[in-house]
């Protein structure tokens, strides 16, 4: 199977490459945005655009993110505010806002105590910590189907990653990164080849 995460790399062209590389430092940025617009810690944020972010596309989970947190600094009601994704994503975003009523010794731990899921906590890592992530690894229905080498809708059954596979693929990309590294002389980290190859596979599939 890492041969399929590593021949996907392979079929990168150079600006995806270039595009992969910087995806989480450029998402970290927009947050980092959002964070200074509303005067609010970037955990926050990132926080809230990760539990909003299943099944929304990138560009309106960066919008709904923004609208939540203005939402929340306005005193706006939060069940008002519309957003792209389940209700149960949303309510998880309103409990991430709750804490700056409550206050946090810990702020990055309960934030991943609320997201809960394990695509969404590496999604909040990856984003938050991308200066010093080593290891964790953002997988979800794109990345599964490049470690097993098929298309599938991510819609369908198919695309559900379990508690057991999210170990083993997201050890598949670590393991696939340190191959790559030695035969091309880079020093991508597994986050950036996952990153990398999401976005050449949506190329080659012609997903939107």
Same mark, same amino acid.
């Given at each position: 199977?890492?041969?399929?995460?590593?021949?996907?790399?392979?079929?990168?062209?150079?600006?995806?490459?270039?595009?992969?590389?910087?995806?989480?430092?450029?998402?970290?940025?927009?947050?980092?945005?959002?964070?200074?617009?509303?005067?609010?810690?970037? /955990? #926050?944020?990132? =926080?809230?655009?990760? @539990? +909003? !972010?299943? $099944?929304?596309?990138?560009?309106? *989970?960066?919008?709904?993110?923004?609208?939540?947190?203005?939402?929340?600094?306005?005193?706006?009601?939060?069940?008002?505010?519309?957003?792209?994704?389940?209700?149960?994503?949303?309510?998880?975003?309103?409990?991430?806002?709750?804490?700056?009523?409550?206050?946090?010794?810990?702020?990055?731990?309960?934030?991943?105590?609320?997201?809960?899921?394990?695509?969404?906590?590496?999604?909040?890592?990856?984003?938050?910590n991308y200066e010093t992530n080593k290891t964790t690894v953002c997988?979800?229905?794109?990345?599964? /189907? #490049?470690?097993? =080498?098929?298309?599938? @809708? +991510? !819609?369908? $059954?198919?695309?559900?990653?379990? *508690?057991?596979?999210?170990?083993?693929?997201?050890?598949?990309?670590?393991?696939?990164?340190?191959?790559?590294?030695?035969?091309?002389?880079?020093?991508?980290?597994?986050?950036?080849?996952?990153?990398?190859?999401?976005?050449?596979?949506?190329?080659?599939?012609?997903?939107?």
């Open positions: 199977m890492i041969e399929n995460i590593k021949g996907v790399y392979y079929l990168s062209k150079a600006y995806e490459k270039k595009h992969g590389e910087i995806w989480y430092k450029v998402a970290n940025k927009s947050c980092s945005a959002i964070a200074k617009k509303v005067n609010m810690h970037s /955990a #926050i944020v990132v =926080g809230v655009l990760s @539990a +909003l !972010s299943p $099944n929304n596309k990138w560009e309106r *989970n960066v919008i709904d993110a923004e609208n939540m947190c203005i939402a929340y600094k306005s005193d706006i009601p939060l069940d008002d505010v519309k957003v792209c994704t389940y209700n149960a994503n949303k309510q998880k975003a309103i409990k991430i806002l709750s804490i700056l009523d409550k206050g946090s010794m810990d702020l990055e731990n309960d934030i991943r105590d609320i997201l809960n899921g394990n695509k969404v906590k590496a999604f909040f890592d990856c984003i938050y997988i979800d229905g794109h990345a599964k /189907a #490049i470690y097993i =080498g098929e298309k599938f @809708a +991510l !819609s369908s $059954n198919s695309s559900n990653v379990t *508690n057991k596979q999210y170990r083993v693929i997201s050890q598949a990309y670590i393991d696939a990164t340190k191959e790559i590294n030695e035969s091309e002389g880079t020093s991508y980290l597994p986050y950036q080849i996952q990153a990398i190859t999401w976005v050449a596979w949506r190329r080659i599939h012609n997903i939107k």
